[in-house]
């Protein structure tokens, strides 16, 4: 990619929705009957811990579960985190918390893909959930907002509509950052 965009900044993004499930062991099996069994923690970090360090640019790891996990993600040297936050959890908010506080950047998923979603009620999803756990507003610095998930349910109309609001969004916290 680098040699066909000069100048190009690569970023890898592993896509984990199931990563909950899979330490749960509540996946269900190929077969379709019972559940595979649950994989060890200490085995998905090291297999993510490989699959990041492959990579020799800044990394994300997107995971839309309500219950992602956050410190295994964090420990795998993540360089950020891209979570759907519409509904997080004041746990989730402190797991968060500690993540920027150790320079992992934040993708905020805090624009549904439904249209239900506003510029309004995306900024004070953020701004509530960094003064709930007391994170300066200079950390919104780590914030990258998205929407919840991807973009390929939508029409183009759509996703420009959801891209506008995630700037809109990005513009109103800088203001906040700011002050």
Not at 6 to 35: H, K, T
Not at 141 to 167: E, S
Request: glycine fraction near 12%; aromatic fraction near 2%; charge should be negative.
């Amino acid at each position: 990619m680098r040699r066909l965009v000069p100048g190009a900044q690569v970023i890898l993004q592993v896509d984990e929705p199931a990563l909950p499930a899979v330490l749960a062991g509540s996946l269900p099996a190929a077969s379709g009957y019972g559940r595979a069994r649950s994989v060890d923690p200490l085995v998905v970090l090291g297999g993510l811990q490989a699959v990041l360090a492959a990579h020799d640019g800044p990394t994300v790891v997107h995971c839309c579960h309500p219950g992602a996990p956050i410190p295994l993600l964090r420990a795998a040297g993540v360089g950020a985190l891209a979570l759907d936050l519409t509904e997080a959890t004041p746990t989730v908010w402190e797991s968060l918390a500690v993540s920027i506080e150790a320079g992992v950047g934040l993708y905020a998923g805090v624009l549904p893909t439904d249209g239900s979603g506003s510029v309004t009620a995306a900024c004070r999803l953020v701004s509530d959930g960094f003064e709930r756990v007391g994170l300066a507003a200079s950390y919104l610095a780590a914030v990258t907002i998205t929407p919840t998930c991807g973009l390929a349910g939508l029409t183009l109309a759509g996703a420009r509509d959801v891209q506008r609001m995630a700037l809109a969004v990005a513009s109103e916290l800088r203001e906040i950052e700011d002050h």
